[in-house]
């Protein structure tokens, strides 16, 4: 039997979120499904890397610590769980939780979802000549790891088979909140307006307190930081819901904070690319309804394509960061002399025993605004001095090690506060995405231990969009009385995020109005220009004419992304920021908040 509604909470919105969400949920959000998102692609890399040191592990632990004092009262309120904390071993989560289970004298199916991990395959990759996604590149010669991201509808065959909790290995991060709506709605895979709105759901609620006012641009109107209120989403049959949280908890929701978080990790708002569905969010309606509370509607969807993305890792060569401060007069300047001096030492011992140079390295003056390049303003004389290093042979970067500290004595003066002692050398591993047929990812569910029927991935041929709609410029004369400059942030709020080596930037305005002379100052060269010390790829502007605003791919603008780059920021999480300075010209009788 169907239901009326469906009560989704999110507890995790990467590794390492806090342990308390859960209960909080639980305990005080009347929800149906409790869902926890761990996989951001960094977190791949580093359970790939914990898996080669002990093959026991590779899941998400934090998730059976989390879940271990809820198990009674999850039991017993009859909430279900699901949660991609299977990581690259689904199976030896799926014990753990057993194991945790049995300690506390219960039994709870617990179903696993596997067959994204597509390493087997990799010499058909290789015949194949698949190639990286963005760059183009050639398979590496060995991979680490390679696994496709599956869909909802396994995780739906294995709530329908009666699991207490679904454990998935890589699946898109909304399929934790895909599966479950499908499950109790019985959404078919035809459904496709009603898959992109369980999908937005679920993009809206899998970063946790991101879409209740963290990480908000005008972030002093968000109260309770110390007990921010988890997401919830309250979902119809039809596909709309409704964003909240827990009472009596910190935080803010209303159609900005959502917003914020609806252009987060996106590319082109008309073309969201999920496994089961094409989303096209790019005319979603957010309407407050209450407070904290927000309605969400509007997203459309097509049939996926035939073809899914795999997140492929392999090894390439090693990294170390030293970091230490500096302080006193021209600090900066005394910054940049101690780290050119470090490498220029390591370069003449790796010389004399017949070592490579660097393969890349960095130097970084925190406090300085060095991420900002040219657009620096910043005057200081206390500095966190970062000097990171790649090179393909371990021993090189242990003499980078071991060479940080004698700078102490050899270099500026005011050198102190050495960040954890001698730098850790570290493997490098570097992410590799690419297409692969989905008739080729054997998806398979088990529940204790038994097979479950499950739907293999389907598509056909992606469908070409329709032209978009010419947006109306400024009018001619507007600026025939007078012209003012203001910065970006007085008209609009932004949020950036990362896929691989690219960053994106949303922009959302304040009010319409502004956002005509928005458009005129932020074209795709202007926005270029302003992060051109940072970004080697072309940049794409996509119209979002639901949120009022505009969405920013910016390629091969993260040093590599990831744990492969040695940027402060390798995420692009500073970019939006950076982008609210940028000067807009406008007329100087429109109306602007200081």
């Given at each position: 039997?169907?239901?009326?509604?469906?009560?989704?909470?999110?507890?995790?919105?990467?590794?390492?979120?806090?342990?308390?969400?859960?209960?909080?949920?639980?305990?005080?959000?009347?929800?149906?499904?409790?869902?926890?998102?761990?996989?951001?692609?960094?977190?791949?890399?580093?359970?790939?890397?914990?898996?080669?040191?002990?093959?026991?592990?590779?899941?998400a632990?934090?998730?059976?610590?989390?879940?271990?004092p809820?198990?009674?009262?999850?039991?017993?309120?009859?909430?279900?769980v699901?949660?991609?904390?299977?990581?690259?071993?689904?199976?030896?989560c799926?014990?753990?939780?057993?194991?945790?289970?049995?300690?506390?004298?219960?039994?709870?199916?617990?179903?696993t979802?596997?067959?994204?991990?597509?390493?087997?395959?990799?010499?058909?990759?290789?015949?194949?000549?698949?190639?990286?996604?963005?760059?183009?590149?050639?398979?590496?010669?060995?991979?680490?790891?390679?696994?496709?991201?599956?869909?909802?509808?396994?995780?739906?065959?294995?709530?329908?088979?009666?699991?207490?909790?679904?454990?998935?290995?890589?699946?898109?991060?909304?399929?934790?909140?895909?599966?479950?709506?499908?499950?109790?709605?019985?959404?078919?895979?035809?459904?496709?307006?009603?898959?992109?709105?369980?999908?937005?759901?679920?993009?809206i609620?899998?970063?946790?307190?991101?879409?209740?006012?963290?990480?908000?641009?005008?972030?002093?109107?968000?109260?309770?930081?110390?007990?921010?209120?988890?997401?919830?989403?309250?979902?119809?049959?039809?596909?709309?819901?409704?964003?909240?949280?827990?009472?009596?908890?910190?935080?803010?929701?209303?159609?900005?904070?959502?917003?914020?978080?609806?252009?987060?990790e996106?590319?082109?708002?008309?073309?969201?690319?999920?496994?089961?569905v094409?989303?096209?969010?790019?005319?979603?309606?957010?309407?407050?309804?209450?407070?904290?509370?927000?309605?969400?509607?509007?997203?459309?969807?097509?049939?996926?394509?035939?073809?899914?993305?795999?997140?492929?890792?392999?090894?390439?060569?090693?990294?170390?960061?030293?970091?230490?401060?500096?302080?006193?007069?021209?600090?900066?300047?005394?910054?940049?002399?101690?780290?050119?001096?470090?490498?220029?030492?390591?370069?003449?011992?790796?010389?004399?025993?017949?070592?490579?140079d660097?393969?890349?390295?960095?130097?970084?003056?925190?406090?300085?605004?060095?991420?900002?390049?040219?657009?620096?303003r910043?005057q200081?004389?206390?500095?966190?001095?970062?000097?990171?290093?790649?090179?393909?042979?371990?021993?090189?970067?242990?003499?980078?090690?071991?060479?940080?500290?004698?700078?102490?004595?050899?270099?500026?003066?005011?050198?102190?506060?050495?960040?954890?002692?001698?730098?850790?050398?570290?493997?490098?591993?570097?992410?590799?995405?690419?297409?692969?047929?989905?008739a080729?990812?054997?998806?398979?569910?088990?529940?204790?231990?038994?097979?479950?029927?499950?739907?293999q991935?389907?598509?056909?041929?992606?469908q070409?969009?329709?032209?978009?709609?010419?947006?109306?410029?400024?009018?001619?004369?507007?600026?025939?009385?007078?012209?003012?400059?203001?910065?970006?942030?007085?008209?609009?709020?932004?949020?950036?995020?990362?896929?691989?080596?690219?960053?994106?930037?949303?922009?959302?305005?304040?009010?319409?109005?502004?956002?005509?002379?928005?458009?005129?100052a932020?074209?795709?060269?202007a926005?270029?220009?302003?992060?051109?010390?940072?970004?080697?790829?072309?940049?794409?502007?996509?119209?979002?004419?639901?949120?009022?605003?505009?969405?920013?791919?910016?390629?091969?603008?993260?040093?590599?992304?990831?744990?492969?780059?040695?940027?402060?920021?390798?995420?692009?999480?500073?970019?939006?920021?950076?982008?609210?300075?940028?000067?807009?010209?406008?007329?100087?009788?429109?109306?602007?908040?200081?």
């Open positions: 039997m169907k239901q009326d509604s469906l009560r989704i909470g999110c507890a995790s919105g990467f590794w390492g979120d806090t342990e308390h969400a859960a209960a909080q949920l639980v305990q005080g959000g009347n929800i149906d499904v409790l869902v926890f998102d761990y996989l951001a692609e960094i977190t791949m890399s580093l359970l790939t890397r914990a898996k080669a040191r002990d093959p026991r592990t590779g899941y632990p934090d998730f059976v610590g989390a879940l271990r809820l198990l009674r009262e999850l039991k017993a309120r009859g909430v279900r699901v949660s991609n904390a299977g990581g690259v071993n689904p199976g030896g799926r014990e753990a939780l057993t194991r945790a289970a049995e300690a506390e004298g219960l039994s709870l199916k617990i179903a979802v596997a067959g994204d991990d597509l390493l087997p395959q990799v010499e058909a990759m290789r015949e194949a000549g698949v190639r990286e996604m963005f760059s183009g590149a050639p398979l590496p010669a060995k991979l680490a790891s390679a696994n496709a991201y599956l869909g909802a509808f396994p995780v739906a065959a294995a709530l329908d088979a009666g699991a207490d909790i679904v454990v998935t290995g890589r699946c898109v991060d909304s399929a934790v909140v895909l599966g479950p709506l499908i499950h109790a709605f019985g959404w078919k895979p035809d459904d496709h307006d009603q898959l992109a709105q369980g999908s937005l759901a679920g993009h609620i899998e970063c946790g307190t991101q879409c209740t006012g963290g990480n908000y641009t005008d972030w002093r109107s968000v109260p309770g930081w110390d007990n921010m209120g988890f997401p919830i989403a309250d979902c119809a049959p039809d596909g709309s819901f409704v964003v909240e949280k827990p009472a009596r908890t910190g935080g803010l929701i209303d159609p900005s904070t959502v917003g914020e978080q609806v252009v987060y996106i590319g082109d708002p008309r073309n969201y690319l999920l496994p089961d094409a989303c096209d969010f790019s005319r979603i309606h957010l309407e407050a309804i209450g407070e904290n509370r927000v309605r969400v509607s509007g997203a459309r969807g097509r049939p996926p394509g035939d073809q899914c993305k795999v997140s492929a890792t392999y090894a390439d060569g090693f990294r170390a960061t030293a970091q230490f401060m500096i302080g006193g007069t021209d600090a900066a300047a005394k910054a940049q002399r101690t780290g050119e001096a470090l490498l220029a030492r390591c370069r003449r011992l790796f010389a004399e025993r017949g070592l490579g660097f393969t890349e390295t960095r130097i970084e003056a925190l406090g300085t605004e060095s991420t900002y390049g040219p657009h620096a910043a200081t004389r206390e500095v966190i001095v970062r000097i990171a290093a790649r090179h393909p042979d371990k021993d090189a970067l242990e003499i980078f090690s071991r060479e940080m500290a004698p700078m102490a004595l050899a270099s500026a003066p005011a050198i102190t506060g050495f960040s954890g002692g001698r730098p850790k050398v570290t493997s490098v591993i570097r992410l590799f995405s690419l297409l692969w047929p989905k080729r990812v054997p998806v398979s569910v088990e529940l204790d231990g038994e097979p479950v029927a499950c739907p991935m389907r598509g056909a041929e992606p070409a969009l329709p032209a978009e709609e010419t947006p109306v410029p400024p009018p001619a004369d507007a600026l025939a009385d007078g012209a003012r400059s203001v910065p970006l942030l007085r008209l609009a709020q932004g949020r950036s995020g990362d896929k691989g080596d690219s960053a994106n930037i949303g922009i959302l305005a304040r009010r319409p109005e502004y956002l005509p002379w928005i458009r005129a932020l074209t795709e060269e926005v270029a220009r302003w992060f051109a010390h940072l970004v080697q790829g072309p940049v794409h502007r996509y119209e979002w004419p639901g949120l009022s605003g505009f969405n920013f791919l910016l390629e091969r603008a993260l040093g590599g992304g990831g744990i492969a780059s040695l940027r402060i920021d390798p995420q692009g999480k500073a970019y939006a920021q950076m982008l609210l300075d940028f000067p807009v010209t406008v007329p100087a009788s429109l109306e602007v908040p200081e």
